[in-house]
């Protein structure tokens, strides 16, 4: 199938700071992506440049085969969720959605239809009557949702739609986006800054970082075979432990254990990832083991972290399941083993 | 009295007082001086020699037609200004030059202003010799003495206001309104009329009740600028206090303009509250 939106050598600078820098990336139809990465890292610019509020320097924006560079917002077959909604004050929320149908020519009858449509699906047809004032974040949030999905787009974008909602709303509203976006069969773009709600929603994530994509993939992709240091770092808590090749070609690893190595991906030295969940506690005396002292202990409920430095001075972090073991405390000497092929080497960065 | 209370009372007492008297009193005696006769019975006889009289309902007729006419030019010319100082003008400095030159002019002295336009509006002033000399008009125009010339002094002095009002409106506005609203599909005309405007209202409207309500109890402008040749209400006013002394009838006189322009603000006002915050 070919792709919905083809992004095309994107570039944007704004003065001495390179907002984006020479982006491909393709969305395909009916496809979740979650654009992902801290803040300044570029990804609200990459969908400002989609919708038409930002324009790129060079490169090209292809959508269904037309190149859509060239048309204002109005004319561009999308449409977008705000971060502060963007609701108009002046408008009851009926109206609010109505407004899109409106403006593309639709009788007042027909909008006024498409707009309870667009409601219902959202769950507040008995709400329209209200000013968008009236209503609670989390209402306001499914107002501006329906007024973007009522023109049928083929791709809607979302600017951290979901940071000012509460925690517990956030969950449940990052479910049923999920299942809405389903029903619709239309592609999402979602800005994040928050991992967890990108690997909660997305089909792909397109990590970003200082203007650059770093890494594509789906939650499984980016989490156990990260792109780079910053990617694993990013995404979850990481163990980076630094490797050397040797004539051979075999990486060895800076750690306390005797005789491991591992393939290398190439010829230069380079950081493994080993993520806390993979080093447990063993019995002392199993082979291929650290031997460390315990730091810090934090409780999650859950799970349990770990900080733990080694005999030779390096810090790790190990997760375990459910609560410490009471025998456990700072100080505690303790055991650890992993499985080496939980290693994951990242080769030399682009 | 609860303890409490006594300082936030004499912190208001002496506002309260200055309220009272010079803004309270003095109405009051204007009031109280329309109601009765130079002999000082009670009487509605003033009101009646004003609303009897069809030369009275004449100069009301102009008063409130210059009045509308400048707060509706105000207006048209406002708007765009003050959309060009917040919307187009990127450089702050410049900005700010263009926002002292509109305020500027309101340092000098009403008089001053309105004797500047006598002279450029004149039958030999600049205006009329620069049309003349670019064969745009054969005759010379007539402007001072007329509507239309106090329409222009009245419009210069009042602009500011309304630009001010408009342009705090529009620089409060959210821009991501705007951005919802094109990326619905409304071209930037659309946007103006259906988000821009309809948000600015409450801006307007209070622009247009300032510049309302000063240009119908103008004096200065309309005395200079009508040559004798037309009459507004507080031209008459004036006579009444400062030639004829008759206080009472003058009283009624502004009784009668102060209801009038009420009613028209409380009118404008429905209109900001019903559609402005909505």
Known sequence: MPALLNIEAVSKRFGAFTALRDIHLHIGQREFVALLGPSGCGKTTLLRTIAGFSHPDSGRLLMDGQDIGPLPPYRRPLNTVFQNYALFPHMTVQENVAYGPRRQGASRREAGERAREALTLVGLEDLGERYPREMSGGQQQRVALARAIVNRPKLLLLDEPLSALDLKLRKRMQLELKHLQEKLGIAFVFVTHDQEEAMTMADRIVVMNAGRIEQVGSATEIYSTPASRFVAEFIGDANLVDYRVDAQGRARLALPVADLTLPAPDASDGVAVLRPEHLRLVDAGEPGQLRAQVRDIVTVGSHTLLHVETDDGMRLVARTPGLPEAHLGVGSRVALGFDPARLHLIGTPR | ?278
């Not at chain 2, 003095?26 to 009765?36: K, N, Q």
Request: charged letters at 10%; hydrophobic letters at 55%.
């Open chain 2, 1 to 278: 009295m609860n303890r409490g209370l006594r300082m936030p009372l004499a912190m208001l007492a002496a506002p309260l007082a200055f309220f009272v008297a010079f803004f309270l009193a003095p109405l009051a005696v204007v009031i109280l001086a329309s109601l009765s006769d130079t002999a000082n019975a009670w009487t509605l006889e003033q009101y009646v020699r004003v609303l009897a009289d069809r030369y009275h309902w004449e100069v009301i007729l102009v008063t409130f037609r210059i009045a509308c006419l400048t707060t509706l030019v105000s207006l048209l010319l406002g708007y765009p200004l003050a959309w060009y100082l917040t919307r187009m003008v990127r450089w702050r400095a410049w900005r700010r030059v263009c926002v002292i030159l509109l305020v500027v002019p309101m340092f000098t002295s009403n008089i001053v202003r309105s004797f500047g336009w006598m002279v450029l509006l004149g039958r030999k002033g600049l205006l009329n010799q620069t049309l003349l000399d670019g064969g745009l008009i054969d005759r010379p125009l007539r402007l001072l003495g007329t509507e239309t010339g106090i329409l222009i002094g009245m419009v210069y002095v009042l602009l500011p206001f309304m630009v001010l009002a408009i342009g705090n409106a529009l620089s409060r506005l959210d821009a991501s309104h705007e951005l919802a609203s094109a990326d619905l599909g409304a071209p930037p005309r659309a946007t103006f009329f259906h988000v821009i405007l309809p948000l600015t209202l409450p801006g307007v409207i209070s622009g247009c009740i300032m510049v309302f309500t000063l240009a119908v109890s103008a004096y200065v402008t309309p005395a200079l600028l009508s040559g004798g040749r037309i009459s507004v209400l507080s031209m008459l006013i004036f006579q009444q206090y400062s030639s004829v002394f008759d206080f009472h009838y003058g009283g009624a006189l502004s009784v009668v303009l102060l209801i009038f322009t009420l009613v028209m603000v409380g009118f404008a006002g429905r209109i900001g509250r019903t559609r402005g915050d909505a």
